[in-house]
């Protein structure tokens, strides 16, 4: 990894390499019911929020309900996951039933518009168990994400000799945008216990590896981070999808993920942060539903 030229050091970026490896994990990648499930219904969401406890699958797909036949021979790939018949059926609702701008509006559409998408961000909060919806932000895929807290969280908290921890297996998308925050890199030193110190601000780590497919122990890493009052951000792409993912167990500070690579549609993410963290957070990107009062000379939200 190279340091990027005509930049004054400021924050170091590390990219070690684990050699510890949770190989008691086994996942079955093949099977048609590897799909894992949460606790929750449309009713008790729209009522309690992410702590209700009625059971309802979002797994066990047939491949047969899926509208390509010759999709099932590319069912659980790493890059892009394929779509049933269920995400399309609900993405045709919308555009023929309510389609109208959320948080935009009161009439009719605008509010089933908006009731649909609130419940959709309850639905997510329950299936990684966050604590609160309201830790659930929408972005456009795992990439913005993480972006998101590189340009507001980095930008606000890293200072001149700060260091941040990523892997050598990360993927691009966690590794360039810290890249341009620390405007420095630093190529791949020791284990990751002996890089941590009371310098390291915040840690990168994937949850499982779309290269070599690595699960990496995720709660000792966010503890011995925390341990030096380090934040710890998950890239959750490749994890989420296929085993059961709980943030408040892991106790991760960030966790991100992607829709195309769990049966939804394309463009759209989701970023998971602990509240007390994201309400320190300036806004990534301003203006539309997020603006309170707008003045010649300055803007409230």
Request: charged residues 20%; contains cysteine.
């Amino acid at each position: 990894m190279m340091a990027m030229e005509g930049v004054a050091t400021a924050v170091a970026v590390k990219l070690p390499s684990f050699k510890i490896i949770r190989r008691t994990t086994t996942l079955n990648w093949r099977s048609s019911r590897s799909f894992r499930s949460f606790s929750a219904s449309a009713s008790t969401l729209r009522e309690g929020g992410p702590s209700a406890s009625v059971s309802v699958s979002l797994g066990d797909f047939d491949p047969t309900r899926f509208p390509n036949p010759q999709s099932r021979m590319f069912f659980c790939i790493y890059v892009c996951s394929q779509k049933p018949m269920v995400v399309l059926k609900a993405l045709q609702n919308y555009y023929e039933g309510y389609n109208s701008n959320v948080h935009r509006g009161i009439h009719f559409l605008s509010a089933k518009a908006t009731e649909e998408y609130e419940l959709a961000r309850k639905k997510i909060a329950s299936f990684i168990n966050a604590s609160d919806s309201r830790e659930i932000v929408f972005t456009r895929n795992a990439t913005e994400a993480i972006n998101l807290v590189a340009y507001t969280w980095g930008l606000q908290n890293l200072k001149p000799e700060d260091e941040i921890i990523l892997t050598v297996a990360e993927h691009h998308s966690a590794i360039v945008p810290w890249q341009f925050v620390a405007q420095k890199t630093v190529p791949d030193v020791n284990m990751f216990k002996e890089m941590l110190s009371t310098k390291t601000k915040l840690v990168v780590v994937h949850h499982i590896s779309n290269v070599l497919a690595s699960v990496l122990p995720i709660e000792d890493i966010v503890l011995q981070s925390h341990n030096v009052e380090a934040k710890v951000l998950v890239d959750a792409c490749q994890s989420v999808p296929h085993m059961v993912v709980d943030v408040q167990n892991l106790d991760a500070d960030f966790l991100v993920a992607s829709s195309h690579k769990m049966c939804g549609p394309t463009g759209i993410g989701f970023l998971y942060g602990k509240s007390h963290l994201l309400s320190t957070m300036p806004p990534f990107l301003v203006g539309g539903e997020m603006i309170s009062d707008v003045f010649l000379d300055h803007s409230t939200y």
